[in-house]
Structure formats: C-alpha cells, structure tokens
Nanobody
Framework: VQLQASGGGLVQPGESLRLSCAAS????????IGWFRQAPGKEREGVSA????????YYADSVKGRFTISRDNAKKTVYLQMNSLKPEDTAVYFC???????????????????WGQGTLVTVSS
C-alpha cells in the first residue's frame, strides 16, 4: 500500500494550488481517503475527506468554501483543490487511507492506517 502526495509549493496569499494523492497497492474505490496537514509546532489536523461511496465529502471549518476534494478512481488519485490560500494554510499536507471496520471518523487522524509522505505548502507574500 502506498500513497504519494504531490503538488505543494510556494504561493502568495489568495492564490491556488492543487494537490494530488496517487494510490497504489490497493483499490481506493473501497476506502475513504483523507487529507491532513501539519504546521510547525502543531498537531496534525484533518482537512478534508472523500468517502468510499463517492457520495460524501467532509471539510474542516477552516477550509470550507475554499478547498474542494475530488477523486478519479480510474487514475487512483484523489485531489485537493485549494483556492484563496491564506498564510495559515502553510503546512505539510498528507493524504491517508481510512481504516476499514472501525469507527468512521473521516477527519480524525486516528482513523487512518496508511499515510503518504507529505507535500509542503507555503503561503507567503
């Protein structure tokens, strides 16, 4: 099982980035895939998730209306479109796979078993 996050970079406030999470070694259609972020000195927090059913998306309050999660099962990839970026969005972003047969908590890091390596997003003028 592998998850490869990419797409991070340095942008100015108000700009956009799209992160990608490429899955391999499993069929992502059957799993909820989530995006998390960790800023320096802070705990890892849930940002967004896309349910295995493909019908439900979840967002942290801090990103609602600005971030959009989507998935392309044919490409085994989950995307996070980030618009109107703010300096407080600066963090390392991780994608992860939700555990099966466990309490369903799509924005809780404890609910995820496999993690990608992270991609750095820096929002600064």
């Amino acid at each position: 099982v592998q998850l490869q996050a990419s797409g991070g970079g340095l942008v100015q406030p108000g700009e956009s980035l799209r992160l990608s999470c490429a899955a391999s070694g499993f069929t992502p259609d059957y799993y909820t895939i989530g995006w998390f972020r960790q800023a320096p000195g802070k705990e890892r927090e849930g940002v967004s998730a896309f349910s295995d059913s493909g019908r439900t998306t979840y967002y942290a309050d801090s990103v609602k209306g600005r971030f959009t999660i989507s998935r392309d099962n044919a490409k085994k990839t989950v995307y996070l479109q980030m618009n109107s970026l703010k300096p407080e969005d600066t963090a390392v972003y991780f994608c992860a796979r939700h555990r099966l047969y466990t309490n369903y908590a799509p924005l809780s890091r404890d609910s995820y078993d496999y993690w990608g390596q992270g991609t750095l997003v820096t929002v600064s003028s």
